[in-house]
């Protein structure tokens, strides 16, 4: 009779499904990534738009101040609500100040 022989068979390492498998991943990773910085792009495009919208806020109010403090500072209402308290313009008391100083 013949004699049966067992033969035993080497399991190799399968390198292609290994590849499979991380480009899957790498692809997986690489479009997570893209959408969470888009959505991040969008996320400070906005918080840019309102703070430049803010900025354009507070620069009206503040030419539309700088325009009231000029008509209140006038000269000539000073006067007269001088005179109203009844103060009187003693020309001797008199400093000028410039602008800086």
Not at 1 to 25: C, G, Q
Not at 68 to 85: F, G, T
């Given at each position: 009779?013949?004699?049966?022989?067992?033969?035993?068979?080497?399991?190799?390492?399968?390198?292609?499904?290994?590849?499979?498998?991380?480009?899957?991943?790498?692809?997986?990773?690489?479009?997570?990534?893209?959408?969470?910085?888009?959505?991040?792009?969008t996320?400070?495009?906005?918080?840019?738009?309102?703070?430049?919208?803010?900025?354009n806020r507070?620069?009206?109010?503040?030419?539309?101040?700088?325009v009231e403090?000029?008509?209140?500072?006038?000269?000539?209402?000073?006067?007269?609500?001088?005179?109203?308290?009844?103060?009187?313009?003693?020309?001797?008391?008199?400093?000028?100040?410039?602008?800086?100083?």
């Amino acid at each position: 009779m013949a004699t049966i022989r067992k033969v035993k068979k080497i399991k190799r390492f399968n390198y292609f499904r290994l590849s499979i498998a991380v480009f899957v991943f790498a692809g997986s990773l690489f479009i997570l990534s893209n959408l969470f910085l888009r959505s991040y792009q969008t996320t400070l495009s906005r918080q840019t738009q309102n703070l430049t919208a803010q900025v354009n806020r507070l620069t009206t109010v503040n030419q539309a101040l700088a325009v009231e403090v000029a008509a209140l500072s006038n000269y000539d209402r000073i006067i007269a609500l001088a005179r109203e308290e009844g103060l009187t313009l003693v020309q001797g008391n008199v400093i000028n100040i410039k602008n800086g100083e």
